[in-house]
């Protein structure tokens, strides 16, 4: 069993996409401290993307083998996420699309067993290797120090894989969880949905989604980082799920053309009401007859969670549907994921939740966590 913690402050965090939804304040979403514009010292030096080389030996190149279970690692990152990378801390360092490209293309090598990769990556990340009691023998690369201790300095995010194929069934899903923090718990779901589920690919961004004040003109507005009224404005550089910019976006959209067969989950939380409890999407405005979208609303409904189907339903409410997901239009083949739509949609399932959804030890967390396992058919041995 794995203790997950309970927020305390069960603030409803609120995903909020395009002016959708939300009627609580962001200062106090997700138990992030509340600082909002007073940061302003938190980037890291020195760390800065270049190849690790032989840095201080043991560092990078040779994965670490540690104790413990990917939840229990995650929540440790969450934890200093917390207290370093919130809202206004300006902890998100922003790479250069060099660095970007480098770093992604490190994460995905190590994730996929290249020895090489770990020389790859910047000098704040290593390359860690633990036995999960659910999931098993899996490869992370994160922001820890030499003994699993998180110690983030760029807050590029944390990503995991199942390094066992071979030996038992496994679901061809990456689960993500790009707001951390600001949608309350999801850090903690989506690892417990790679655990428990045995998904392939697990990815967590690094820092609090309005971390940083610098916006991005991608498509979409939101309310969610303006403190000072419910106006909408353009997303912030460190919002994982809609600035391009992001070194999560670019692992996404590496794992996504390297491995076609594989779809996407983000899980999300919303509190606004008239969307029932949980939204589901595939991000393209209409409703998809078929596929892991539409597999999911199904078995979320069967076990009595009420579904808004963006595309189907209308409740006179806005609903947040993830339309302009920079990760959800890029794996829909768009070469413009910041301005443009794609035009193959279904590989990719946007889910935002009420809180109690995304709680552990909750009749519906349950219910939840049992859906989505029932939606994606684990393959193999
Ligand atoms: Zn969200």
Redesign the pocket.
Known sequence: MKRLLLAIAAALAA???GGASTSTSTSSAGGAPVEDGAGGSGAAPGAGGGANGENGGASGCVPIEIGGDVASLVQSIADKMDESAGAGSEAFVVPSSKEREAFAAAVVAALLGDDEAGCMLPPSYRWVRLTDPDAGSVEVVAEVDADGVPSPSLHWGTFASLSDLEEAPHRPVAVAA??PL??DL?EMQAATIFSRGRARFLAVAGAH?CSNAAEVDCDGKTEVCNDVDDTPMPFRISDA?HAVESPFYAVHARLSDELPDLSFLQV??FGSTGCFQAVVSDSSGTWPGAGPAAALATELEARDIGVFHCGLDDTGAACPCGETNVEARYSAGSTDACHEVGDDYGRFVHL?QLHTLREPDSAEGQATLEAILAAFEPIGP
């Open positions: 995903c909020g996409d790009p707001h600001f949608d999801t989604r799920a999300h939380g935002e």
